[in-house]
């Protein structure tokens, strides 16, 4: 994790799976990503009823978006992660996939089910808020 980015987590509340908030100190710049698609190179959602299938291909995307602006997924300090479903195993299945490609970065998080994202045959999309270091020392 980015060790100036901090993760809070509350032993006031129930224990979950991702921290209740992230603080972002000075000397960092804001990145506020677009929702992460799952785009192939070729700017088509593939037909696929599989979450974790997009799912994963939203991550791809939005670690290549990261990569473009010198972050990573340790970078991040908040997602929103939207699914195209009326079936909660379909935002489970969703989460599961995404928290592990994170890691032990439990970022803030919220997942919510949608009645239809932007593209043909889009089940799901993340957004991101990332911070890096501003280099103007």
Known sequence: MNKKISLIHSNRMAQVDY?????????????????????????IV???SDVETQANLCLENLKEALKECGATLEDVVYTRILVATQ?????????????????????PSTLSGVTVLGYKNQLVEIEAVAAVDNHTK
């Not at 992230?22 to 700017?43: Q, R, Y």
């Not at 489970?92 to 490609?101: F, N, S």
């Open 19 to 43: 921290a209740y908030a992230s603080n972002v100190p000075a000397g960092m710049d804001l990145l506020f990503l677009a929702g992460a698609c799952p785009l192939t190179k070729e700017g």
């Open 46 to 48: 593939p037909d696929s």
């Open 87 to 107: 079936n909660q195993e379909d935002l489970v299945t969703t989460w599961t996939t995404i928290r592990k490609e994170f890691g032990d970065h439990d970022v």
